[in-house]
Each structure stands twice: as structure tokens, then as C-alpha cells.
């Protein structure tokens, strides 16, 4: 399957939107979409902010395909995702709020209107290998039936959507709450006195 300008603008708005708004590195993060029997995911050590046709590589969801060796050290973890889910689109963050508190933290819950609306309460989950790991592509899909986005401690967040701007939409909704929690907290104030309770046993 011959990849469309249409899925090249596609990865390289939403590529160049978690760039611009520090949500990744340089070089940092994964994205992909699902088509029928296929997903397109960015290449392997790749800038998501600058992205070209060669930065997106096709692989078969079902069959073994020596694209693998070339695309995203995540993608097993994506394939899982699409197999066990109903995601088309996966954004994947290294972002510096929400990783912070997820180290210190088994879940993020939001304490503003937005993120509580959006997002109502982001698990944070433990690896021994939170990259690409045969563990992370057991346990992620099991949460994303659940939850738009999850957290890795200390790694990075996952989210999912029917679009590639649905997943960036959460990513970038925890982010917003996840400063937002931290800014409370610079104040001296404990922040968890403003979660609502019922997103805590959401």
C-alpha cells in the first residue's frame, strides 16, 4: 500500500504540532494509523517535526514484515494496540509534566475542568523495560480499552483515537493538567485537594 499525500499531511501536522509544543524532542516519540490490514508508523529514530515520506513506514498487522527492523522501536507495542483495541491512531509522548508526576505518582488525575472532562483520570503503569518491551505490549492494550491515555512512569504517555488529532488531543490535555497540577503544588498547596472523587474511582 502506497502511502498518500493525504496520510503524509496527516503525520506530518500532527508530527510537527507535538514538536512545536515541546511535547516531544527532537528525535523523541512514535505515532501511527491504522488502515484495514495495514498501520503507517514513523520510522525509527525519526523527527517527528520534520517529517517525509521516508520517515513513515508501512507495516502488516497480521503477517511477519521485515518493515519492523526499520520502523519505531514501539511498534510491536502499536500493532498490539490496534489488534486488541479499537484504535486507529496512536500517539506516543515524551512529555516533561506528566512523566514528571508519573514518577512520583500510580495515577494523574486532573484537577482542572478541561483535563477532567477529557481525561478523567490517567493510570500510570511500571515497567523493568519501558521501551518497546514484550511486558508494555501485553499490559498497554488492556488499559487503552479503558482509558484514552496512559502513562509509562517515567517513560512517556500512549494515547489513542479514531484520528491522529483525537490521540494528540489527550496527549496534550494530560500535559495541560499535568502543568497545571505541578503549578498548584509550586504554590505550596497540595493539589490533591481538588480531585473530584468520582474521577478517582473512575
Known amino acids: 500500500m502506497a502511502i498518500s499525500e493525504d496520510i503524509l499531511q496527516e503525520f506530518q501536522k500532527i508530527g510537527g504540532a507535538l514538536f512545536l509544543s515541546g511535547l516531544n524532542n527532537s528525535h523523541s516519540g512514535n505515532i501511527s494509523m491504522r488502515v484495514g490490514r495495514k498501520m503507517f508508523i514513523t520510522r525509527r529514530g525519526s523527527m517527528l517535526g ?13 503477517e511477519i514484515d521485515s518493515n519492523l527492523t526499520i520502523s519505531s522501536t ?8 490496534y489488534l486488541e483495541t479499537e484504535a486507529l491512531a496512536i500517539v506516543h509522548a515524551h512529555v516533561v509534566a506528566a512523566t514528571a508526576l508519573s514518577i512520583v505518582r500510580d495515577e494523574i488525575i486532573p484537577i482542572d475542568v478541561e483535563g477532567g472532562y477529557y481525561v478523567h483520570k ?17 499490559t498497554l492494550p488492556k488499559y487503552l480499552k479503558n482509558y484514552k491515555v496512559v502513562m509509562v512512569k517515567g517513560h512517556g ?25 505541578l503549578n498548584v503544588a509550586s504554590m505550596g498547596i497540595d493539589p490533591r485537594k481538588y480531585e473530584k472523587d468520582y474521577y478517582s474511582k473512575w
Open 122 to 138: 490517567c493510570p500510570v503503569i511500571a515497567f523493568e523495560f519501558a521501551s518497546g518491551s514484550k511486558e508494555m505490549e501485553e
Open 74 to 81: 514501539e511498534s510491536n507495542v502499536h500493532k498490539r494496540i
Open 157 to 181: 504517555a500512549f494515547a489513542v483515537g479514531e484520528t491522529l488529532e483525537e490521540a494528540l488531543f489527550y496527549i496534550h490535555s494530560l500535559e495541560n493538567s499535568a502543568r497545571i497540577i
Open 50 to 62: 520534520y517529517l517525509t515520506d521516508e520517515d513513515i513506514i508501512e507495516v502488516d498487522l497480521y
